[in-house]
């Protein structure tokens, strides 16, 4: 149920936003604590919203596709202030608050889905909320490699125009996108293996066919991959950056068109 807490935070994330715009235009760390404090004040009234709208389903809120969209906001402004709290990242604000924007938005496109029963499970809360977690974790990785080959391009050119002035190193952005990989894989495996044992124990057979189930392992694959590169052979900037963005597409068709492509997840 949408309520005064959803669309307080809906107004706290963007009065974050603008502020974060002219934070970034102006190059003003004054301005960015502003909007580290409006970010704060909107995930706290988010969470509450979350936690009360679990209590009165008496389910977690990840139950339907409604319920995710307001979750994946909430990962999505997480990362947001992990990153700008710790690297003092201006510029990540202006990118992925729209996210967190867009995704509260289209929540209200879908009415609350009914509860099933197997969803009340502890390993659905647990298998969801890592899943959504590394989702974060990816989106924010696959924005530096984005930002990473778009100051790398503009380098070359050797005209830095103001936006690219205000950019991070390019070393910085690539250590910025690898540790969000490998902090998502681990994320996910944790949610895959937990989601896993949980159909194992709960569904009958044929869950492996299951398309969603086969879209994310798909993914899981490529970020394993990619991390076992960079590992072994050392490549780093353009090449990782430019293999993330694939990944990223894969995580798409896991997070979306898997859901709609029939099997039993709901989302």
Avoid at 161 to 166: A, I, V
Avoid at 197 to 219: F, L, N, Q
Avoid at 232 to 245: N, V
Wanted: hydrophobic share 55%; glycine share 8%; charged share 10%.
């Amino acid at each position: 149920m949408l309520n005064i807490t959803f669309f307080t935070a809906l107004a706290l994330y963007l009065v974050a936003f603008c502020y974060n715009c002219l934070a970034f235009i102006k190059h003003s760390r004054n301005l960015f604590k502003v909007v580290l404090g409006f970010s704060t004040a909107g995930i706290c009234v988010h969470t509450a919203h979350l936690v009360t709208t679990g209590i009165e389903r008496g389910i977690f809120p990840i139950s339907g596709r409604q319920g995710a969209l307001l979750v994946l906001a909430w990962t999505l402004a997480a990362a947001f202030l992990l990153f700008a709290v710790k690297y003092r990242l201006v510029v990540l604000g202006v990118f992925l608050l729209p996210l967190v924007l867009f995704s509260m938005v289209g929540s209200i496109l879908y009415q609350a889905a009914p509860v099933q029963d197997i969803l009340r499970s502890r390993l659905f809360y647990f298998h969801t909320t890592f899943l959504f977690l590394a989702y974060a974790a990816f989106v924010a990785g696959t924005l530096f490699a984005i930002l990473y080959l778009l100051q790398e391009k503009e380098l070359k050119s050797k005209k830095l125009r103001p936006f690219y002035q205000r950019l991070p190193s390019l070393d910085i952005m690539d250590q910025l996108f690898a540790n969000s990989m490998f902090s998502g894989l681990l994320l996910m495996t944790v949610g895959l293996i937990s989601g896993i044992y949980w159909a194992h124990r709960e569904w009958d057979s044929g869950w492996g066919r299951d398309p969603k189930v086969i879209a994310a392992v798909c993914t899981w694959l490529i970020y394993l991959v990619l991390s076992l590169i960079r590992i072994s052979t050392g490549w780093r900037g353009r090449k990782m950056a430019l293999i993330t963005l694939a990944g990223f597409l894969s995580l798409l068709v896991t997070f979306w068109i898997a859901s709609i492509a029939g099997g039993r997840h709901v989302f």
